[in-house]
């Protein structure tokens, strides 16, 4: 049984989705069945059942979840105190655009604990790169927001948060319960610099190509709307600030918290962070 099996495994336990577990591995469909078709038959026994209505955990596939995740634990605690003897134990963290999400301290307290004596460096980032200097090498692993260009990356989605407009608070929408594209499409909304990844920049747009103040930081997004009354998404769960409020869009689609790295980095440090970075968000 290889540990490489039971990463798969953990995967579609975890997703409950063949489809979305390979996307997750960053392998196709048909070869992840296999493996997993192969490991039933070396245990003797079926370890989901596939059904019309989905895929579901037997009782031996759950016993096995348990194992599989502390073996798998177990084989990240060794690499990583290989990686600490060999002088490897530091690992550089990008942020984008502020650190204030509940998550970031849930997963700074947890990556702590599991790994005191690594020293972890931040770079918190503006909003003018989503890789957070992943691309430029200025760090080894970045919390960011999709969507962006992912070519040279592993991505993996942490969890979808609703946006919103960002407006004044005296603003003629204000009061609306939810607001849609078409309402703010005569407005001028805070666009980032030429050059800042067009995906990221569409997403943010709604879009559209739009007119308004170039901004590069969170803050600077804020000042743009409090001191122009112009407007641009944010994310729900964010504070929006005094003298500016926050009105739900129904129909943008929703902001993916994920993390990235660049593909093929071995780092041992990198693969306990994106563990215990999931496990945080779902939290």
Known sequence: MELRTLRYFVAVAEELHFGRAAARLRMSQPPLSRAIKQLETELGAALFDRSSAGVTLTPVGVVLLDEARALLDRAERVRVRVAAAAGAATITIGILGDSTDPSVTRLADAY?????????RIRETDLTDPTCGLHAGLVDIALSRGPFNETGLSVRRLRADPVGALLRADDPLAGRAGLTLA???????????????????????GGESREGPVVRAVQECRQ?????????????GHEPGDGLTVVPVTDMAPSQAVVAWNEGDANPLLRSFVKIATAAYRD
Do not use: C
């Open 183 to 205: 309402d703010l499409a005569d407005r001028r909304w805070f666009l980032f610099p030429q050059g800042t990844d067009s995906i990221w920049q569409s997403y943010w747009n």
């Open 224 to 236: 743009a709307v409090l001191w122009n009354g112009t407007v641009g998404m944010t994310v729900l």
């Open 112 to 120: 702590h604990r599991r790994h005191p004596h690594v020293e972890v």
